[in-house]
């Protein structure tokens, strides 16, 4: 069983979300904080991981992280709430892998400018291959995010421990698709609109689990 978590809310989400014009873009950077709304939301969700925990009778636990700020700060926010619920948890190093979709040239750039027409948006959906700024300044496409993430997931998959990983919401749900259809993980992946429904909001969680052979969603955590 694999528990993937989003980070909490930051100010980026929080002005994306109100439709604020100062609405940056955030992508593969490392170093934005969670807001204040964010904390709160990271050990409302520690404490429903732990009754998701205690309820399985869940005991030995890795938890993951990606090595941007945010997602170790809800993961040490959650820890402290559902650490009591586990015995053994074991804490690897952060992972670059897991760290948001990169956008290269685009990062840190306002979203009206990013994406400023309604062409642009229309690709960006249509085409897995859609560039997010340009290779010289490391832009990902939605195949390259969902393939380093699925090469972290191959990684920890074999392990009889719960995996618990505190990451980001489009790397990961282009991931999850890329697991759950792995005969669609192949350069002809036509649409990341595919992906959309493995994305989840702050501060909640897919859990994922191996059944005959085959990767599956089968739960989600949110806090109570």
């Not at 992906?195 to 109570?224: C, F, H």
């Amino acid at each position: 069983m694999i528990i993937l978590a989003r980070h909490g809310e930051t100010p980026a989400n929080a002005a994306r979300e109100a439709g604020l014009a100062e609405s940056r873009v955030q992508g593969f950077s490392k170093d934005m904080p969670l807001s204040e709304t964010g904390k709160l939301q990271a050990v409302a969700f520690g404490r429903a991981l732990g009754h998701f925990l205690a309820e399985r009778e869940v005991c030995d636990i890795v938890v993951h992280s990606s090595d941007a700020v945010r997602a170790e700060h809800t993961r040490d926010l959650a820890l402290s709430q559902f650490a009591t619920y586990a015995g053994r948890i074991v804490l690897p190093e952060s992972d670059i892998r897991l760290r948001e979709l990169s956008k290269g040239s685009l990062e840190g750039m306002l979203r009206s400018e990013a994406y400023p027409t309604k062409e642009v948006k229309r690709r960006q959906k249509a085409d897995w291959h859609f560039r997010h700024g340009t290779p010289e300044s490391g832009g990902e496409t939605a195949y390259e995010a969902g393939s380093r993430w699925l090469e972290w997931q191959k990684e920890v998959e074999q392990s009889e421990a719960c995996i618990v990983a505190f990451g980001h919401n489009l790397v990961t749900s282009f991931g999850v698709h890329m697991l759950v259809y792995p005969e669609e993980a192949t350069l002809d992946m036509p649409s990341l609109e595919q992906s959309t429904q493995y994305k989840v909001p702050n501060a909640t969680a897919l859990v994922i689990d191996e059944q005959e052979g085959m990767w599956r969603v089968i739960d989600a955590i949110s806090p109570r």
